[in-house]
């Protein structure tokens, strides 16, 4: 992984040692296990030992949301060899649930449920209707059909899990869901898919040397920072992420979740934040590109390329058309190298700010890279913000009042 800034902001080593105690600070506190997850190899190992009771199923169900789908949903799109198949049951939206549903096979399926808090109401909605499926279909035995992911002592889940001797899997208490794809989270499903989760814990740790490097010159993650932060200052508040890569388009939205609900808070009587946009090249080219190219200079955009790609197609046709012609000395990989870079030396005529992102192969070891880099970035940012990164107090008052509204859908029916 190597990043490259093409930005007129000048960066600056006059913030380093103030922010470099203060994220070693933070990577080492108890409450915040992110940094350490992938040090712990007993992670990997039960991960293993689960999936493997449940080798013969064709179908993975993720019953999650938010983290508990995003992250899982990102590794399995990117790199996923196998032939079964994988849904993610996150929203409690019946009509798309319906469409799912008959899709799948019940009996060849297995069923994750996560939930790290055991009260998350669109998990356990969608738990209970899959409960529902399974009785109707005249499957009773569920303990052979759910296995569970949540906190490891304490919760109403976790109870549930306990009476009824269901499989599971815990999130470190030290967690949040945001910063989970690399627990039990993301791994259980990504090794049932067929990805080499070992790679992944590789990948991740790979990159901590540079991020705990103590020359600011040679520290990649607190060039981004003081970039992004700068940027911030003189009114860039918008963070494109946008991979030239369909398999990464997952990982766009992933980073949404991970940006927004951690840098987006109230501080005292305002309030600060980086919105995040989802982008993925070349597609996007013929979109979001206009605004990014000649709109309000407010974003800043990380560009991500891929160097070697597993597979190529020649494009020497024999089209008569003349792009077919022009086109024909060329493969495929040519031309979306080429979009890359035409793209990246156009923004740069326009005076944006970028941030250009370069791995080899899209593989277990770079994803495992990237995700720890931007989590890392996004734990550096909320000090630079002075916030805290890891609560989401914005998003518990719309679950206050979600619930307030049933209560008056339960008055009303009675």
Request: charged share 25%; proline share 3%.
């Amino acid at each position: 992984m190597q990043i490259k800034f093409h930005s007129s902001i000048e960066l600056t080593d006059s913030n380093f040692e103030k922010y470099f105690k203060r994220f070693k600070h933070l990577v080492e506190r108890e409450d915040i296990g992110f940094f350490r997850l992938t040090d712990n190899q007993s992670l990997i190992d039960e991960v293993k030992s689960m999936a493997d009771k449940f080798a013969d199923r064709k179908n993975f169900i993720q019953v999650g949301i938010g983290g508990s789908a995003l992250g899982p949903e990102m590794l399995v799109n990117a790199l996923s060899p196998s032939n079964k198949n994988f849904y993610c049951f996150d929203n409690p939206d019946s009509d798309y649930l319906a469409r799912l549903v008959e899709k799948i096979n019940l009996e060849e399926s297995l069923f994750y449920v996560v939930s790290k808090s055991g009260g998350t109401a669109e998990t356990i909605a969608c738990y209970s209707m899959l409960r529902n499926q399974l009785y109707a279909a005249g499957i009773k035995d569920l303990e052979n059909y759910f296995v569970f992911c949540t906190d490891p002592s304490s919760g109403e889940l976790r109870k549930h899990v306990d009476e009824n001797q269901y499989d599971c899997l815990a999130v470190p208490s030290n967690i949040g869901g945001r910063f989970s794809v690399l627990s039990p989270v993301g791994l259980f499903p990504a090794y049932f898919m067929g990805l080499n989760i070992d790679e992944l814990f590789a990948g991740a740790n790979s990159i901590k040397a540079n991020i705990l490097n103590s020359d600011f010159h040679q520290n990649d993650l607190f060039k981004t920072a003081e970039l992004v932060s700068q940027a911030y200052k003189k009114g860039i508040d918008q963070t494109v992420l946008m991979p030239y890569s369909t398999l990464m388009r997952s990982f766009s939205s992933w980073f949404v979740q991970l940006w927004a609900e951690s840098l987006g808070k109230r501080k005292g009587d305002s309030s600060v934040g980086l919105t995040p946009i989802p982008a993925y090249g070349a597609t996007d080219q013929h979109s979001q590109v206009q605004l990014f190219m000649e709109g309000p200079n407010n974003k800043l955009l990380f560009l991500v390329e891929i160097l070697d790609r597993k597979n190529n197609f020649p494009l020497d046709s024999g089209l008569e058309l003349s792009r077919g012609k022009k086109l024909s000395p060329f493969s495929m990989n040519d031309l979306i190298h080429a979009e890359f870079r035409g793209n990246l030396e156009a923004l740069k005529e326009n005076g944006r700010n970028l941030v250009e992102i370069t791995i080899k192969n899209l593989d277990e070891k770079s994803m495992g890279a990237m995700i720890m880099f931007f989590e890392s970035l996004t734990a550096l940012m909320g000090e630079f913000l002075e916030i805290d990164a890891f609560n989401q107090p914005g998003v518990e008052l719309g679950k206050k009042y979600t619930f307030e509204f049933l209560d008056s859908l339960s008055t009303q029916k009675v």
